[in-house]
């Protein structure tokens, strides 16, 4: 029972240089999300799909590309890493769009030099 | 545009007494409300909600919380906290109205540390 899993666990990347951050989910769920989490700050909402082929901006969305072509994937690609995006990255998934409980993945550590 | 904040960056509690987390929201329409727990290098993991209902709201590992409307409050409570509680918590809201999807909005989090 894999749940919602999250590759690379830890990356480095040199600023200007690109990368997409893995997210799989096995529990059939229409709705998928990416977070980022800083210090003091929580969880913000980067991108997130209602369903395959569908997708939409949330809160910080600058810098980031989604896709979302079957149910199970949802990429997240930095197009040019910057040292602000220095963070920790979670992909979210859940049942349907409305108030099922969210089941979160275990982070990929990202650091931008 | 819906917010959270959580007013406490750590909690402090011995082992056996009581716990509380403190939470507030504000949305424009109705609340749905949850609280996730954060343990060290893992994932947020959902711990109980509100929808509507009874204020009180009963979740996992003897969690509970208060929805409370007049104080737009939400404040996560266990009777007798644990060694093993110690983590970051997190309140999390979403308007049902305004908010299309199941996009939250997260406090800031409290760390709980119990010490035994």
């Known amino acids: 029972n894999a749940g919602v899993t999250q590759t690379p666990k830890f990356q480095v990347l040199k600023t200007g240089q690109s990368m997409t951050l893995q997210c799989a989910q096995d529990?059939?769920?229409?709705?998928m999300s990416w977070y980022r989490q800083d210090p003091g700050m929580g969880l913000r909402l980067i991108h997130y799909?209602?369903?395959?082929?569908?997708?939409d901006q949330g809160e910080v969305p600058n810098g980031y590309n989604v896709s979302r072509s079957t149910t199970e994937d949802f990429p997240l690609r930095l197009l040019s890493a910057a040292p602000s995006q220095t963070s920790v990255y979670f992909c979210a998934s859940s049942l349907n769009r409305d108030n099922s409980p969210l089941h979160f993945g275990n982070g990929t550590r990202l650091t931008v030099t | 545009a819906q917010s959270v904040a959580q007013p406490e960056d750590q909690v402090n509690v011995a082992e056996g007494n009581p716990l509380t987390v403190k939470c507030t929201y504000s949305?424009?329409?109705?609340?749905?409300l949850f609280w996730y727990v954060q343990y060290p290098n893992r994932g947020l993991q959902f711990l109980l909600k509100y929808i509507t209902g009874d204020n009180l709201v009963k979740g996992s590992y003897g969690f509970e919380a208060e929805f409370n409307k007049s104080q737009t409050s939400f404040h996560l409570k266990k009777p007798s906290a644990l060694v093993s509680d110690s983590a970051l918590y997190f309140c999390?809201?979403?308007?049902?109205?305004?908010?299309?999807?199941?996009?939250?909005?997260f406090g800031g989090g409290t760390r709980v540390l119990v010490k035994p």
């Open positions: 799909s209602v369903g395959a082929g569908i997708t």
């Open positions: 999390a809201v979403r308007d049902w109205i305004k908010a299309a999807g199941n996009k939250l909005t």
């Open positions: 529990m059939n769920h229409e709705y």
């Open positions: 949305v424009s329409g109705n609340p749905y």
